[in-house]
């Protein structure tokens, strides 16, 4: 039990489809991450929320959306994806944005775009 | 650029010490955090420096150098378990984590 719990933890979408992926924390956070994990390669991040709030979108395609309807819940909403999107999706909180204390991971969902 | 290197994969033997290192350049800093993520699981933290020396925790200790732009995670007596990706990270001065792309570390009986 790690506190952040994601949904579905594994999922197989066509080009086509829109789907969602859940993280929900219980851990009391305020800040919330997407990270998007690829073999070999270092986590990259997202999206940011700090108190609900949207702070950072480190470039990522319009073909996700992230969702934040309060600070324990995140959403992460797909839709026209490629086949190069397949990855692990990690959610993440920490106690806030702005803090050096350390994050705690969802188990991830483990996506595969055919 | 920001850039954390280590490893790519290591082999140790059951009962014995491995050393895995980490270099790191970033923008500012605000410490260094290394992971352990076993394969289809979540990363789970393992231990944080952020100032200069050695933190040991257990069977686990972590090492920073500031000046050198270097740490390392030190397992002794190696399990079975312990067979998994170690994650180093390090936090920017904009409080962003830089992460490493992780070390797997085979252990052998």
């Known amino acids: 039990e790690t506190g952040v719990t994601q949904t579905p933890r594994h999922l197989v979408m066509g080009m086509t489809n829109k789907k969602s992926l859940k993280c929900e924390q219980h851990?009391?956070?305020?800040?919330m991450y997407w990270y998007k994990q690829s073999a070999k390669k270092p986590l990259e991040l997202m999206f940011v929320?700090?108190?609900?709030?949207?702070?950072e979108n480190n470039s990522v395609p319009s073909r996700f959306s992230p969702e934040c309807p309060n600070s324990s819940h995140l959403f992460l909403h797909l839709h026209t994806l490629q086949p190069e999107d397949s990855a692990l999706y990690l959610c993440?909180?920490?106690?806030?944005?702005?803090?050096?204390?350390?994050?705690?991971f969802g188990q991830g969902t483990r996506l595969t775009v055919v | 650029g920001q850039n954390i290197d280590q490893p790519t994969e290591m082999t140790a033997t059951e009962g014995a010490i491995v050393q895995i290192n980490c270099t790191y350049q970033?923008?500012?800093?605000?410490?260094l955090f290394w992971y352990q993520q076993h394969a289809g699981e979540a990363p789970t933290f393992l231990s944080y420096?952020?100032l200069d020396g050695l933190e040991e925790k257990g069977r686990f200790s972590s090492f920073l150098s500031r000046s050198k732009g270097y740490s390392y995670l030190l397992l002794k007596e190696l399990q079975m378990k312990d067979s998994a990706s170690y994650l180093c990270a390090c936090m920017d001065s904009n409080y962003q984590l830089i992460w490493g792309a992780g070390t797997k570390l085979i252990i052998k009986p």
């Open positions: 993440a909180s920490s106690r806030n944005r702005d803090s050096n204390t350390e994050a705690f």
């Open positions: 851990l009391g956070h305020n800040a």
């Open positions: 929320y700090n108190f609900k709030e949207q702070t």
């Open positions: 420096n952020v």
């Open positions: 970033t923008s500012g800093f605000n410490g």
